[in-house]
């Protein structure tokens, strides 16, 4: 079957499998999205995965359709994208496009695994080409795009370059090179004496000491299994963040509900005795960040890496954030059961107990 791309504008225009988005009339839904209508047999903690299940199941309804669409352009929804588009391919070369999607859209990746390397140059290829010929992620608001209308012309451009270098990743060296240098070396780094990690497995938190901000895939890869990162970086410099796995319905494993940072936020604005308030993003945001605020940032600023924008100095001792952040996760958690397929009404009904 030869299937083919298209914008998300045209969903209802033929028969449509919809990727990591939802859409009223998709002849098959393949999404990772909290409540989505992916089929029950084809869910997978990445979108791309439900995409690479779909296309060993060839009988499931829907799957016939030969438009393939998807409402934003990310790695995991590109990769399951171009998975059902070259489907033999994609199956000789499953389980990198497994790693390539994870790493993309959780920053994690086992670096011991023997692919993690060309996974890692594929994404950072990716990168790379979109900030070069397009514009960053969640960028389109910022140019006055819609970004399902704007994703289509990245998802033209990419389908047809990316099985060179899936095959051959020496292609795209001048392009994935600078960003896959600098992850390699704060790998390496988070792996000094410098860095100090504990881990709260109850929780779903790891806490990373390290002297400074580092680039997501680094400090995010080793993280899998837990949905909490809280960042200790020298200066008194910290954030915490509720990691996207929280976000979606994560097939895998069984998860605590993510908890409103608010009240967090507050406690530490009462300790706190520098010129900065400790501010976080909604419960509803893709990854949710406590941090000291200057400027507010964009949306595209909270979803690039720690080392590109400021963090600003606390007046507390690291041990202090720590146990602070420690003890909120240990009350909002209270009498709660990991479980896996959490509602929006389930979690808002979890933070709104007492406590």
Request: charge should be negative; aromatic fraction near 10%.
């Amino acid at each position: 079957m030869n299937r083919s791309f298209v914008p998300f504008a045209q969903l209802r225009r033929q028969p449509t499998i919809v990727v990591d988005s939802t859409g009223l009339g998709a002849a098959l839904t393949l999404a990772h999205w909290r409540g989505a209508a992916t089929p029950e047999a084809l869910r997978d903690d990445t979108s791309a995965g439900s995409c690479l299940r779909a296309l060993h199941a060839p009988a499931t309804p829907g799957l016939e359709a030969q438009a393939v669409t998807a409402n934003h352009f990310d790695i995991d929804g590109f990769v399951g994208v171009w998975a059902l588009l070259n489907p033999e391919l994609a199956l000789t070369h499953e389980e990198l496009l497994r790693l390539v999607a994870t790493l993309g859209d959780f920053r994690e990746i086992d670096w011991q695994h023997p692919l993690a390397d060309h996974a890692l140059k594929l994404v950072c290829w990716l990168n790379a080409e979109e900030k070069t010929h397009f514009y960053e992620p969640f960028g389109a608001p910022a140019r006055r795009r819609r970004e399902d209308e704007a994703s289509a012309e990245k998802f033209a451009w990419f389908l047809p370059r990316f099985a060179e270098v899936l095959l051959d990743p020496e292609a795209g060296r001048a392009a994935w090179a600078p960003e896959y240098e600098r992850v390699k070396a704060a790998a390496a780094a988070l792996q000094g004496p410098l860095t100090q990690r504990a881990e709260y497995p109850d929780l779903g938190l790891v806490v990373v000491r390290t002297p400074a901000p580092l680039p997501y895939y680094a400090l995010f890869g080793p993280t899998a299994g837990f949905d909490w990162v809280l960042s200790l970086y020298d200066g008194q410099r910290y954030e915490l963040e509720c990691k996207y796995t929280t976000w979606i319905d994560l097939e895998s494993r069984p998860t605590l509900p993510r908890l409103a940072l608010a009240l967090l936020a507050a406690r530490l604005n009462e300790l706190e005795r520098s010129n900065y308030r400790w501010a976080a993003d909604q419960l509803t945001d893709t990854g949710p960040l406590l941090r000291l605020s200057g400027r507010p940032l964009t949306k595209a600023e909270r979803y690039a890496d720690p080392d590109g924008r400021p963090i600003y100095a606390s007046s507390l001792a690291a041990g202090t954030v720590e146990s602070e952040v420690v003890a909120f996760l240990q009350k909002g958690y209270a009498g709660l059961e990991p479980k896996k397929y959490w509602t929006w009404a389930e979690v808002r009904a979890a933070n709104e107990r007492p406590r």
